[in-house]
């Protein structure tokens, strides 16, 4: 009798023991990779934060190149300068998203104002130049947008499933938030010939 209840504790503390081990691993591996998820989160905030700095950088240039050739339009020019200020400044991804809209906004307008009224400048070599710089970082930031959307889906994912969906709330890690177009973005621009 002895023997047998000895052989069932044993069997039972060492199962207890087991689920306790395997619990404890879950929790450091599910710890583990959520911050592994923030850290990528916020290595790719930082990419587009980089290339909306670039573009940043790139609009002095774009505004002295057009000096040049335009007694431009103050109010315009300092709706970009303001724009450029506000995405300089910005901190998140929905402040981002939100300074980024009003900068291409800006410079839409902008620069379509001043290529209307100086057609002779869309053949400047500087002009063109810059133009194809704007748009290169413009792909870049549309990269850097779509990679971060889906490390957030990912980490998104992995704190909701479960069981890591328990160690999430019990570690206080919470979903993060998209990299969304402005309201502006849906709507369709207005082309005049």
Same mark, same amino acid.
């Given at each position: *009798?002895?023997?047998?209840?000895?052989?069932?504790?044993?069997?039972?503390?060492?199962?207890?023991?087991?689920?306790?081990?395997?619990?404890?691993? *879950?929790?450091?591996?599910?710890?583990?990779?959520?911050?592994?998820? !923030?850290?990528?989160?916020?290595?790719?905030?930082?990419?587009?934060?980089?290339?909306?700095?670039?573009?940043?950088?790139?609009?002095?240039?774009?505004?002295?190149?057009? @000096?040049?050739?335009?007694?431009?339009?103050?109010?315009? /020019?300092?709706?970009?300068?303001?724009?450029?200020?506000?995405?300089? $400044?910005?901190?998140?991804?929905? !402040?981002?998203?939100?300074?980024?809209?009003?900068?291409?906004?800006?410079?839409?307008?902008?620069?379509?104002?001043?290529?209307?009224?100086?057609?002779?400048?869309?053949?400047? !070599?500087?002009?063109?130049?810059?133009?194809? !710089?704007?748009?290169?970082?413009?792909?870049?930031?549309?990269?850097?947008?779509?990679?971060?959307?889906?490390?957030?889906?990912?980490?998104? $994912?992995?704190?909701?499933?479960?069981? @890591?969906?328990? /160690?999430?709330? *019990? /570690?206080?890690?919470?979903?993060?938030?998209?990299?969304?177009?402005?309201?502006?973005?849906?709507?369709?621009? @207005?082309?005049? /010939?």
């Amino acid at each position: *009798m002895k023997k047998g209840l000895i052989i069932t504790l044993a069997v039972t503390g060492g199962a207890i023991i087991l689920s306790i081990l395997i619990l404890v691993i *879950m929790g450091i591996t599910s710890y583990n990779g959520f911050v592994a998820g !923030e850290e990528t989160l916020k290595e790719k905030q930082s990419t587009i934060s980089v290339q909306l700095q670039r573009r940043a950088d790139l609009i002095p240039n774009f505004v002295e190149t057009v @000096k040049g050739y335009s007694d431009y339009e103050q109010s315009t /020019f300092l709706a970009v300068t303001e724009a450029r200020t506000a995405v300089m $400044k910005a901190n998140g991804a929905e !402040e981002q998203a939100a300074a980024s809209a009003q900068l291409d906004n800006a410079i839409d307008v902008w620069v379509n104002a001043i290529t209307e009224a100086y057609p002779e400048l869309k053949a400047s !070599e500087q002009y063109v130049a810059l133009q194809d !710089e704007l748009a290169g970082t413009e792909n870049r930031i549309a990269k850097a947008r779509t990679d971060y959307n889906e490390s957030v889906s990912e980490y998104n $994912k992995s704190i909701r499933r479960f069981p @890591k969906n328990i /160690f999430a709330s *019990m /570690f206080g890690f919470e979903e993060a938030e998209y990299f969304e177009a402005d309201e502006a973005a849906n709507t369709v621009p @207005k082309v005049e /010939f």
